[in-house]
């Protein structure tokens, strides 16, 4: 579990990518280490990764086929900064909203609004999971909590805002139009949906 609260922005330190299987490492800093284990979970740019290897202050993970095929991982190279956040202690403040590192897709940034102290993204979505988006409902965006600002159900977009503090904490100031960026829904969102759906599917057989 996580708070989708960016502990770190971390660049990616080294990177190995065969068919199917990606193993990329991050230098932790000190605060982020303390008590890390193998078999740890972390939240990279939002999808949950299984610490595979500690080598002193460098942390390992491995990204299978279906994580690469619905995150931006895929894109990773050796200096992409990612957004890091190590999961939640029980009786932790929940500062953004609760995310499980389960991505369901990418959105992709369609427009960048930059004015003093302000900045607005637009990011198209698919229609298979905007059905979970609402006006100022949460979402996960690269791992960070964040609320639905506007909802355009018909171009399938949707915006953002970010204050500055959310810029200089992750990854988002580095974004350009084209980019992509992992979404999680929040989850009870998504099981209301389902059900409300499934209820009326059955009335109508």
Sequence with gaps: MY??????????SGIVKKD???TFSLEFPEQLMEGLETGASIAVNGVCFT?????????S???IQESLALSNIKYL????MVNVERSAKQDAEIGGHILSGHVMNTATVSCIEVSENNCRLTL???????????DKGFLGVNGASLT???????ASSFCIN?????LKRTNFSLLNVGDEVNIEIESQTQVIVDTVERVLAERHQ
């Design 3 to 12: 708070t989708g609260i960016v502990q770190e922005q971390l660049p990616i």
């Design 20 to 22: 199917g299987l990606t």
């Design 51 to 59: 610490v595979t290897d500690i080598s002193g202050s460098k942390v």
């Design 61 to 63: 993970f491995d990204a």
């Design 77 to 80: 190279e050796k200096g992409s």
């Design 124 to 134: 198209a979505g698919d229609s298979t999971w905007l059905k979970y988006v609402f």
């Design 148 to 154: 639905v600002a506007k909802l355009d159900r018909e």
């Design 162 to 166: 970010l204050i500055p503090e959310t």
